[in-house]
């Protein structure tokens, strides 16, 4: 029998995760890096950027910080040596062909018509498929280009897209004609633009400007941070905010995530007993968010800068949106070096800079503007695929979640899985247990339900994220709130015991992490 092939898309994280497992399984993937070195878009940060997680919490079950790294947030240079010393560690180089951007790929060898009349995910179920016409499934043909702009192609029997979410395709605002960029005397870039810059160039683009941030999530805060440092109060960094998110500077946001926690949250696909449970105590986890949102309020000057959320710390810990804040951020405030300013309706460009909620006579005048207004990850995502059938598969509707079983595979779209795209609030423990239980899905350890099984288990999840998700970002896929129940799912397919912890108290009260996952096989008590 051919050796199947395995083709990763990406290598950042989840790319190195999946290509170490696939690796250990006996595959010999091949990895397409469109940069020239691994770390995906760590290696388009923010000078002053750090994980937003302590490092323990984000870290390989298989490989610890080395030692000399101390501290509890670290810093974006020292996760990518970090991530570069995994690399080596595990010998993984030699599967990734850097400068090597994919740019399309198209499913081949089986028909529409005949994917329509599948019960089971590729025709069986298994990883690689099965169709009528032949017992190997079909295949992935692979456009790539290298770094002299040649076109190349290449065949595999499954795909695992690692290319994320935050990167890529940046979203801009659309203005009416006469108010946008167009009409502005200064400099307009996206925050996508600001972070691939070294930082010598970040620095001079700023140095001595004024400039305006559009903006609320970690791009602009760490942006607006990095200005104030370079420029003080004399030419004071403008943040401009429509929705304002909980923000931490301690690991207090991580306290409560352990499984009595999610004893007090509705979850996909529960049981009658645990439904009960959840709803018998929701006035505990209502408790619970008030009092981290007073904490903050206490420890962070919010209500007088008119800077608290109108969301629930739960909520928005259910969508991914907490932020972790730069050290003496507010001390920055305090001395006019960040000045923070919302719109509630909209914002206008003129030639001096912008007018908010249509107040001509204050313009904020600036030199540059900067949109950390996010990124079209639907979109990067959605035009990876050649088939317009697959694009629409893919793209799901507007009021529901992108629809992945286990947040990784289509039940329409056959070898292939997606590791990147849904969130939780420590991405690299998601993606490894993600990889972890792929390798033994690629190994035939467990075969999928069926498709219509699937499909449901999907609008279970998609009831969930809508009910806790703050803001309506439903779509970001947000695991955080429930991430121990989702990796029990996943353990119980691979056929392990979900429960990691040794003692009852110690399976209820205390925080999971990677090193409850070390081991993972089928059959593991």
Not at 42 to 52: P, V
Not at 54 to 69: G, I, L, M, N, R
Not at 154 to 182: K, T
Request: with cysteine.
């Amino acid at each position: 029998m051919m050796e199947k092939r395995v083709a990763i898309i990406g290598a950042g994280i989840s790319g190195l995760l999946a290509c170490k497992h696939a690796a250990s399984n006996g595959y010999n993937p091949i990895v397409f890096e469109a940069q020239d070195k691994v770390g995906g878009l760590w290696n388009q940060t923010n000078e002053t950027t750090r994980l937003q997680n302590v490092k323990e919490t984000f870290q390989f079950s298989d490989f610890a910080w080395p030692p000399y790294v101390e501290d509890v947030f670290p810093h974006n240079k020292q996760l990518l040596e970090y991530l570069q010393s995994y690399a080596d560690k595990f010998e993984l180089l030699r599967y990734i062909r850097f400068n090597s951007e994919v740019v399309s790929i198209e499913y081949v060898g089986v028909s529409d018509d005949e994917m329509l009349t599948w019960d089971l995910w590729g025709g069986g179920g298994g990883a690689f498929g099965s169709s009528a016409a032949s017992n190997d499934g079909g295949k992935w043909n692979l456009k790539v280009f290298d770094t002299q702009n040649q076109t190349i192609k290449y065949e595999a029997e499954f795909v695992v897209v690692c290319i994320g979410r935050f990167s890529g395709l940046a979203n801009i605002p659309e203005f009416p004609p006469e108010s946008g960029p167009e009409i502005f005397s200064g400099k307009v870039l996206h925050s996508m633009e600001y972070s691939a810059m070294d930082n010598a160039s970040a620095a001079e683009l700023i140095k001595g400007k004024q400039v305006a941030i559009i903006g609320s999530g970690k791009s602009a805060i760490d942006i607006a941070f990095e200005c104030a440092n370079a420029n003080g109060n004399k030419n004071p960094c403008t943040v401009i905010q429509r929705t304002t998110h909980w923000m931490y500077t301690s690991s207090i946001a991580y306290l409560g995530f352990n499984r009595f926690s999610e004893l007090m949250v509705h979850k996909p696909g529960e049981v009658l007993f645990s439904s009960m449970l959840a709803t018998s105590l929701s006035p505990l986890r209502w408790a619970v968010s008030k009092m981290i949102e007073s904490y903050l309020k206490y420890k962070l000057p919010l209500k007088k800068y008119d800077m608290i959320p109108k969301q629930s710390f739960f909520q928005e810990a259910s969508s991914c949106q907490i932020l972790f804040l730069p050290e003496k951020f507010y001390d920055k405030v305090e001395d006019k070096s960040i000045i923070l300013k919302k719109s509630n309706k909209f914002i206008s460009f003129c030639k001096e800079g912008l007018i908010i909620d249509g107040d001509e006579n204050n313009p904020v005048k600036v030199d540059i503007v900067i949109f950390a207004t996010g990124y079209k990850g639907e979109e990067k995502l959605k035009n990876l695929f050649s088939s317009p059938t697959f694009q629409t598969y893919i793209e799901g509707s507007p009021s529901s979640t992108i629809p992945l079983y286990r947040q990784m595979v289509h039940p329409r779209i056959p070898q292939l899985a997606i590791i990147g795209y849904s969130e939780s609030l420590a991405n690299l423990y998601t993606f490894e247990m993600r990889c972890k239980w792929l390798s033994f899905f690629l190994d035939g350890a467990f075969n999928l339900p069926s498709i219509k099984e699937m499909e449901k288990d999907i609008q279970e999840w998609d009831k969930y994220m809508k009910k806790y998700s703050g803001n309506g970002k439903f779509r970001r896929a947000c695991i955080g709130g429930v991430h121990i129940y989702y990796n029990d799912q996943l353990c119980r397919d691979i056929g392990c015991n979900p429960r990691r912890k040794k003692g009852f108290f110690a399976e209820l009260f205390q925080p999971y992490g990677p090193a409850d996952y070390v081991g993972l096989a089928p059959g593991q008590v």
